[in-house]
Structure formats: C-alpha cells, structure tokens
C-alpha cells in the first residue's frame, strides 16, 4: 500500500485498502467464533445445542490437523468427548419429552373415542327411551280416543266404558282392545 502512495496509485491502494478491510472483518468474526467456541467449552451444561454442534465441528477440524498420542490431541479428544456426551445428553431429554407428550397424546385420543362411544350408547338410550315414550303416549292417545267414541255411541259413562275395557282385557282372544272398541262403537251404532 506504501508502494502506491509513493507512486500516486490511487487504484492499488484502494484495492489494498478493501483488502485490509475484509482481512479485519474475518480477523474480528474469527475472534468472535473463538470467544464462543471457549465459553461453550467453559460452559457445557448452559450452552445451547446449535453451539455445542458448531463447537464439535470445530473441534474436529482442530483435531486433524494435530498428532496423534500428544499432549493437545489428548485435550482436543477430551473436549470432544465431553461435547458429545452433552449433545447426547440433551437429545436424550427431548426424546424423553417427546415421548411424554407422545403418550399424553395418544391416551388422550382413547379417552375422547371412549367419551365419544359413551355419548353415543347414553344418546341411542335416551332417543330409544323417548321414542318409546312417545309410541305408549300415542297408544294411550288413540286407546282414549276409542273409549271416548264408545262413550259418544253407546251413551255409556266413562266408568262404565273403563270397566267395559277391562272386561276386554280378561278376554282371552286375538282381537286387539283397539278393535274390541271399535266393535262397541258399531254395536252402539246399531
């Protein structure tokens, strides 16, 4: 760069002068890389999972570059070691979670398709109910409305019609009470 300030080579020395402004940038994210790399190493049950993975990538291109058996692979061997063990250990948690809710998931589905099943066998009960309930409503509507036609054509009094219907139910025929009713009716007709 001092030689194109001598020679007024406006140029050259801003090309140098970019040059030195990228070698700082990567000199100061190399410092920054660095600083988290140790204090992962300082700090491995507080460092979170994307720094221990990028502080074993590191360790491991350290590591190929030193010999074998000597005193700083020994310590490099180590470090990654005890990154991997954290990496596994923290793994092994989320799964453990993972499962947990897995598992709450899936008991909470049979509960909701038992829930559903017995809505469902309460709910057939009660429509069956009520739809019994309204079958006997309707036979006793049309049984009064029967009793109430031979009251009309016979003349006879409501108690005298509930004993006649009585007597109907001694009998021991095929003919329905209904029918036997309506055979009073016409009889009171005629």
């Known amino acids: 760069m001092e030689e194109c300030r001598l020679k007024n080579d406006t140029k050259g020395m801003a090309r140098y002068a970019k040059q030195i402004e990228r070698t700082e940038k990567e000199l ?3 410092t920054a ?12 049950d507080k460092a979170s999972l994307k720094n221990l993975q990028s502080t074993l990538k590191q360790l491991k291109r350290q590591i190929n570059g030193l010999e074998q058996g000597t005193d700083e692979w020994n310590r490099q061997a180590a470090a990654i070691r005890n990154v991997r063990a954290r990496i596994d250990s923290i793994r092994s948690s ?3 979670t993972q499962n947990e809710t897995k598992t709450f998931w899936q008991h909470l589905k049979e509960w909701q398709a038992a829930a559903v ?8 009960k009660m429509m069956g109910f009520l739809s019994y309930g309204r079958q006997v409503g309707e036979e006793f509507a049309a049984m009064q409305q029967e009793m109430a036609n031979v009251r009309k054509y016979t003349g006879m009094s409501e108690k005298e019609v509930s004993s ?3 007597a109907f139910m001694q009998l021991d025929t095929r003919t329905a009470r209904e029918e036997l009713n309506k055979y009073a009716q016409e009889a009171g007709r005629l």
């Open 28 to 30: 100061n994210r190399v």
């Open 33 to 44: 890389v660095g600083k988290d790399f140790s204090n992962t190493l300082k700090n491995l």
């Open 94 to 96: 989320l799964r453990a």
């Open 117 to 124: 099943g017995l809505f469902g066998y309460v709910f057939g």
């Open 164 to 166: 006649l219907n009585e």
